[in-house]
């Protein structure tokens, strides 16, 4: 072919090669999808972010509410039976979003594991980043340094040697090069910061081995009774999701003794001065029994199992004999404080076992017994003159209903009184017997005795989340008082040039008064004096040089020579 021909044919072919380069540049441009890496990535970017770490935050706390709001199982399973039987259909939708089991449910736990990944994601590659950043060393000096926000300049015979010995006093990190000397400090800002995030990681890891493997039980125990640690023996037991029978530390005590102390005269009258619980204590079925005193925020520790006092009540003793003449019941009962000035006391007895008809009895146990007019009062808690007024009733019951029932409680809807009923019959002393109408029998006051309620807690999350808290306070204090900043000086024809820069908001008028006090020692002896009076706002978290550092830049290290117009914090 001719060299027309080829040109002919190069002209025809050159719109159709312009049009596919403009496809393969627009195919090039075109967006294309992320892929499952790409979303992968933007969803853990997203998940670690700081704004969803605090929206978690802020979904823990609020899925925390209807915890308080609902009655638990966990907690008191009675209520919630009582409120299937007073608003079954609105129970009924509350259970199948688990508000009934806020802290068991799955949403809780998917709150909590995110709010976990989220912090533990921001945390650990910003400390490795820190790591990175407190092994660097301060960067080179700026050219100019009258362009920074703090600087100054004066004519002396100071030598690079004296400037770095003046900056390392006041316990900078020092690096010289030629002619200039850089120094940074405050760097424990960003160590408090993430000291302040892993403590909160390491409270939420602590809270939920708590929730995990702890658990808490109240018991209450009568003078000369005993205790086991073990399930059956807890009056409310609270276990943790991964606790099992087995779990629970073998120890026992036995209640010999309850002391209680109060002001016997003048305006305090009746106020309590000291508790005191005497136990005989065996760590494990085989142990030795140890003498203990158990008071008010002073526990008994058995391997961190906690035994707390946390309240007492007097249990008046009974022996009830029914119309056979069989003793149906004879023991004490405890009472319910109803005045804890007085520590008049409401008290139930039920007596199933009683023939020919069941009985039961409220009673008012009056510690220290007075007249006042046509009724009785107590005057003192102490058990000075102890009386106990008895009202009796006969009848079912309703134990064999099924209905669960208190033990402080006395339903007399199926009981008649027995006699006529009184508001404020004689009251029986010690030893005295009230017959009861009808043939049923009669009562006896035989003694008073006091009890104990217990709170038994095991809690391996404890001592972790104490520390931690102390820690983010450590950390949050570190992060909120110290301020990073640098200083440079340029030494040259006898001229003394001095830059300050603070890396942190609103630290200059405070970074300003330092910068003062190091120009100071530089126009002068800068080893005379006390340096660390310059060490405001927290500048004792400063860090000296770096272990084994000769204090001198590498050959290939940056000169400082900045261009025009550059950051001075530019490395």
Known sequence: MSAPDDLASAVRDEPAAQEQAEQQAQERTKPFGLGPVGWMRWTWRTLTSMRTALILLFLFALGSVPGSIYPQRSVDPGRVAQYFKNNPTQAKWLDRFWLFDVFS???????????????????????????????RRPPAAPRNLLRLPHSEAFEGGLTLEEAAAALRRRRFRVVTGDGWVSAEKGYLRETGN???????LVLLFA?????????????????????????????????????????LEPF?????????????????QGQPLDYLAKLTVQDSPTATPREVDLKVNDPLDVNGTLTYLIGHGYAPTFRVTDGKGQVAYDGPVPCLADDQATYTSECVIKVPDAQPT??????????TTVPNGDAWVSIFPGAANPTVQVFPFGGDLGLKSGQPQS?????????????????????????????????????????VKEWISLQITYDPGREPALL???AAVIGLVLSLTIRRRRVWVRVKDGTVTVGGLTRTEGGGAAFAEEFTQIVTALRGDPLAGDPSAGDQGGDRGG???EPGSTGHVAPDAPTGNAAPGARPDEE
């Open 194 to 200: 993430l000291l302040f995030h892993v403590a909160l």
């Open 105 to 135: 449910s799955p949403w809780f736990a998917a709150i909590y594991l995110l709010l976990f990944i989220s912090l533990a994601g921001c945390v650990f590659p910003r400390a490795l980043t820190h790591i990175k950043e407190i092994r």
């Open 468 to 470: 931690a808290a102390a």
């Open 207 to 247: 809270v939920g081995a708590g929730g995990l493997f702890g658990y808490r039980g109240n018991v209450l125990v009568v003078e000369g009774d005993g205790f086991s640690n073990a399930v059956a023996a807890y009056d409310r037991f609270m276990p943790g999701s991964r606790v099992t029978a087995e779990s």
């Open 543 to 545: 860090e000296p040089d």
């Open 407 to 447: 033990v402080y409680q006395l339903d007399t809807t199926n009981l008649k009184p027995l006699g006529k009923m009184s508001a404020q019959p004689t009251p029986l002393n010690v030893g005295e017997t009230k017959e009861l109408a009808d043939g049923a029998g009669k009562i006896q006051f035989t003694g």
């Open 358 to 367: 069941q009985l039961g009895f409220l009673a008012r146990f009056l510690p």
């Open 252 to 268: 026992s005590f036995t209640l010999k003794d309850f002391q209680a102390s109060y002001v016997a005269a003048g305006e305090k």
